[in-house]
């Protein structure tokens, strides 16, 4: 009973870091860093519970990544380029991994959809709803939006993204867990075409939506309909399947007519902000590359930033090219063999799939990754959730095939 009673305890402390991990904007609330608190449970009960066979499993699932970090670390010092943010930067990398090893080293295989799709799916229709209540806020007290964001920033001790103009009639509400919206807007579609839906699924599908159009993202806003449409063509012999595709053709034309809709796709697309957006990243990317060109194979260390171009004074290894800038940091050899590391693990789960399935899951996977060319969502700890969501991928497809 008390092993029983410690793995369901395991599984609650998951769902719970998870939670934190998409709902929060950081680590800390009230001055703690619950999510450094609730990892730590949950590794302390992978010690203790199922005479510790979890925490053993997670060794071996973390052993590969952390020799490769170790070996680019003492490249690192060989080189005499240790510097403090080379700390912080392996910090990101070990966090990524542990994180995305939870997965397949701590819970059943066959309890992964409800512990890990489901919640992180629930978050991000809760964080949808937040930024519908924000919204109405604003529009009751006349507070810009910008402003609420502003205030939950301050209130979180970080700097969520903003943008504002009188150019259009919506406001950017954007948080790091949007980059999991693609993911679940895949999932959702599949659901509602795949079974019987009612009122609260097309709720559900509309929240989410609602949260990829205010994110204000370009490539969300891409990556997101292509997942959609992945997600329907998959199973375009059903009628459902064409009809939910027609409707929602029509709807996109409806919207696509209106000022307003017009007014924001313009923002995003040929604004200044937009120009002054891409001219930066020019600009990062012709200095990644110089600096690749000078250690290509090996890397320039761990932590290593361009002196000149600094992004972040918080993290100034960080780059919003962040595969391009983890090249430059750890060379040919150490990048590719981390991305080898996670784009294999992934594909370990495609057992069972059909051949559409898997192509399907292998276009999912090359979506998220490209992600980490334009904004460093990959190397993180929402990219570790990310993974986790991924990963569960496959067995949600198999359930659902075998529902139908």
Excluded: H
Excluded at 92 to 100: H, M, P
Excluded at 111 to 124: A, D, E, F, G, M
Excluded at 203 to 224: A, D, E, H, T
Excluded at 236 to 246: C, E, P
């Amino acid at each position: 009973m008390f092993s029983i009673s410690l793995t369901r305890l395991q599984d609650i402390t998951i769902k719970v870091f998870i939670s934190i991990c998409v709902i929060l904007p950081t680590g800390s609330l009230f001055g703690i860093n619950v999510k450094f608190l609730s990892l730590f449970i949950v590794l302390v009960l992978a010690l203790l519970s199922k005479n510790g066979r979890g925490f053993v499993s997670l060794f071996r699932g973390l052993f590969l990544p952390v020799l490769v970090l170790l070996i680019f670390l003492l490249i690192t010092i060989a080189n005499g380029r240790y510097i403090n943010e080379t700390n912080g930067q392996a910090q990101d990398i070990l966090v990524f991994f542990i994180i995305a090893t939870l997965g397949y080293s701590l819970i059943e295989k066959e309890n992964r959809v409800s512990l890990i799709t489901k919640t992180i799916v629930n978050c991000l229709v809760f964080l949808g709803f937040c930024k519908l209540l924000i919204l109405g806020y604003s529009v009751v007290s006349g507070l810009g939006v910008s402003s609420v964001v502003r205030a939950i920033s301050a209130f979180f001790d970080t700097s969520l993204m903003i943008m504002e103009s009188d150019e259009v009639s919506i406001s950017r509400i954007t948080f790091m867990s949007d980059y999991l919206l693609p993911i679940a807007m895949f999932l959702k579609t599949k659901e509602y075409i795949s079974r019987k839906t009612g009122v609260l699924d097309t709720i559900i599908l509309f929240l989410l939506m609602y949260s990829i159009l205010v994110s204000m993202s370009r490539f969300l806003w891409i990556i997101s309909l292509a997942s959609f449409i992945i997600a329907i063509v998959g199973d375009l012999k059903k009628r459902k399947s064409i009809l939910i595709f027609v409707a929602m053709t029509s709807i996109a034309f409806f919207l696509i007519s209106l000022p307003s809709v017009q007014e924001i796709f313009e923002f995003r697309l040929a604004s200044n902000g937009v120009i002054v957006s891409d001219s930066l990243r020019e600009v990062q990317k012709s200095a990644i590359v110089s600096a690749f060109n000078n250690a290509p194979f090996f890397g320039n260390g761990i932590g290593y930033f361009t002196p000149r171009l600094i992004r972040s004074d918080v993290a100034r290894y960080s780059y919003e090219l962040q595969i391009q800038a983890l090249y430059m940091q750890m060379g040919v050899v150490g990048a590719t063999s981390l991305l080898l590391i996670i784009i294999g693990t992934l594909l370990s789960q495609v057992k069972g799939l059909t051949i559409k399935e898997f192509f399907t899951f292998a276009l999912l996977i090359t979506m998220w990754i490209s992600g980490g060319f334009f904004n460093p969502v990959i190397i993180s700890s929402t990219g570790g959730v990310a993974f986790l969501f991924l990963f569960t991928i496959p067995d949600a497809m198999k359930m659902l095939r075998n529902k139908t």
